[in-house]
């Protein structure tokens, strides 16, 4: 039996592909498992291929995985779009709809798995619902039957979900559910791919998202304003924070395009409110010149950026990691914006909470750089404790400082300046994009501009040396060191832990802050390293390049990077890991 089950199904968007993946999520975590759900759409507004794929484990599982142990391809068409998603091997359990007329030695893969089955699920799904509508439940008995999962677990989703519309609706997807187990147990697979029973208790752990923890945290941090425009895959951010920021006495804008939207937030900010926006790659770009603004005019604000496949338009369903360049060198001037990065769904919470806490105590925006599958995958994750989380507040005047004169932008051994906002007796001052004075007022001085030049970016000193901000794991006296960062860190701390159980010394170093590069923390990290591997899902690899602007780095620095819906699975990174080991040796003999 398994301990760790990745399915993949495909099929046409309204085959309810996803909805059953969602169920079976639901339901793994009844029965205690730990999972992802990853989901992955074509970009057309309408109709279109869908898939999704589950990971579920006995033990905490910390990235969506590599190579299926099972595919259902409720058409080939659909199932082939998704290519590099959702891979097959000989050891891949296929089950397909048998309407496609494919015999089971001419499935249309690139490789022979051991296992095929064909399955009526349009019949038995129409004459057990009499409806096409019930093939997703058909398909969830087949792997309830199947693969040992929990038939009671999915029987109360489904009643959940169908017991609102209706006696006889619920009856019949009910019936599609009890013909696809049927069917299992009337044609059996071998019983070593079952997933074993679950561990541990389910607990009060809950199944979410991380564009829903990201407006938790908003909330938490003390948020009262957020101005943002709908857009693929940020949108929920916003419609979470629309339901519950008036119970917190905050607001939220809706604005009529990217701009306004952050021209508010900087608005509310100088008003004296933390404020935030959200958006994805086009309406960064947008963005930036009013990033910019608040740069010069040293204005807190969190700016999230839930990345997706780019440039432009791009890929907008499908995560990549390539706005690190935009989100660090789009303003334009000697600007230095602090980015953060979460490394799942759950640590979305911290990260988002200590953006907050960085653009309160250092008066700057702070850009969160999410991505598309951490923002919209499913986890199950245990209930956050928040309770040693400490809130910052941007730095007042004191009474006296405003007897005397406040001066805004005065220039203090910090680079920090205490901050008024209207309304506040003897605070008053002029806030704006144009190079300013002490007291801020505009000035062309080239001597004054390279004084405030260097408050804006020295201020930022301190938080460079921050190592609560970087993730380590690993041998301190290894030379093969492992870099990544954003979604695809899971992917490599778990081949990094299959290296060290294979007997190889392996350092591991993920940065949340990825800018300012700190070039000490790197330093020390690479001062045992002759071998170091960054692993990111960019075209480009721009976290690889960002560091080497920066740091001395060890003689063999590489990238193991790819361009976004091309995902990065442990086994591949382990591959590498063991390349740089043994050069000559196959990385068979690494393999897990």
């Known amino acids: 039996m398994l301990n760790d089950l990745i399915i993949g199904m495909a099929g046409s968007g309204g085959d309810g592909i996803v909805s059953a993946g969602e169920s079976l999520m639901s339901a793994a975590a009844k029965e ?19 898939s999704c794929r589950l990971r579920v484990a006995t033990t905490p599982v910390l990235n969506p995985g590599g190579a299926l142990n099972v595919a259902v391809a409720l058409n080939w068409e659909d199932f082939l779009r998704f290519g590099r998603e959702l891979p097959v091997t000989a050891d891949t359990v296929v089950i397909y709809e048998q309407k496609t007329g494919v015999a089971a030695d ?3 893969l690139a490789v022979r798995p051991a296992v095929v089955r064909s399955a009526p699920i349009e019949d038995l799904a129409k004459q057990a619902a009499g409806t096409l509508q019930a093939k997703n439940n058909v398909v969830l008995g087949l792997l309830a039957g199947w693969f040992g999962l929990g038939r009671e677990a999915i029987l109360d989703g489904i009643r959940k979900k169908f017991g609102k519309k209706g006696a006889e609706i619920l009856a019949g997807n009910e019936r599609a559910f009890a013909a696809g187990l049927a069917y299992a147990d009337a044609n059996p697979i071998p019983p070593d791919k079952q997933l074993s029973r679950a561990h541990t208790a389910t607990g009060k752990r809950r199944v979410t998202d991380g564009n829903e923890i990201c407006a938790e945290a908003a909330l938490f941090a003390g948020c009262k304003f957020f101005g943002g425009y709908p857009i693929t895959p940020a949108t929920e951010i916003m419609q979470h924070l629309q339901r519950d920021i008036w119970k917190h006495g905050g607001s939220l804008l809706q604005a009529e395009d990217e701009i306004a939207g952050i021209a508010a937030v900087v608005g509310a900010s100088f008003a004296g409110v933390k404020a935030m926006t959200a958006t994805s790659g086009p309406g960064f770009s947008l963005k930036s010149e009013v990033l910019g603004l608040a740069s010069q005019a040293e204005l807190p604000l969190v700016c999230v950026n839930v990345q997706r496949g780019g440039p432009s338009t791009g890929l907008p369903t499908k995560p990549e990691q390539a706005d690190l360049f935009a989100a660090a060198f789009s303003a334009h001037g000697d600007s230095v914006r602090p980015i953060l990065a979460p490394i799942s769904v759950a640590d979305v919470f911290g990260v988002t909470v200590e953006a907050f806490n960085v653009a309160e105590e250092y008066q700057t925006p702070v850009i969160v750089l999410s991505d598309q599958e951490i923002a919209q995958r499913k986890d199950i994750i245990d209930p956050i404790d928040p309770s040693g989380l400490k809130l910052v507040d941007r730095l007042k005047p004191t009474e006296e400082e ?3 004169g406040y001066v805004r932008f005065k220039l203090t051994p910090s680079g ?9 007796k003897g605070g008053g001052y002029l806030a704006a994009g144009i190079e300013h004075n002490e007291v801020g007022a505009p000035t062309s001085n080239g001597e004054m501009h390279e004084k405030m030049n260097e408050k804006r970016l020295r201020k930022l000193d301190p938080l460079k040396a921050r190592r609560d901000l970087f993730v380590f794991e690993g041998d301190a006296d290894a030379d093969i060191g492992v870099i990544s960062w954003g979604s695809v860190a899971g992917v490599a701390i778990e081949a990094v832990r299959a290296a060290r159980a294979n007997g190889l010394k392996v350092r591991l170093m993920i940065p949340k802050l990825l800018y300012p590069v700190s070039e000490q923390i790197y330093g020390e990290f690479f001062a045992s390293l002759r071998h170091c591997l960054v692993v990111e899902q960019s075209h480009q690899g721009q976290l690889h390049r960002l560091i080497r602007m920066w740091v001395n780095v060890p003689a ?11 995902p990065i699975a442990p086994a591949t990174v382990l591959e590498r890991i063991g390349q740089l080991a043994h050069p000559s040796t196959s990385a068979n003999s690494l393999s897990r």
């Open 556 to 566: 063999e620095f590489v990238s193991l990077a790819r361009s976004g819906a091309n």
């Open 32 to 50: 205690g498992y730990y999972a992802i759900l990853t989901k992955s759409f074509g970009s057309q507004i309408r109709g279109g291929e869908s």
């Open 402 to 404: 405003l007897a005397k």
């Open 106 to 108: 001419a499935i249309p």
């Open 416 to 424: 920090i300046s205490p901050i008024t906002n209207p309304g506040m």
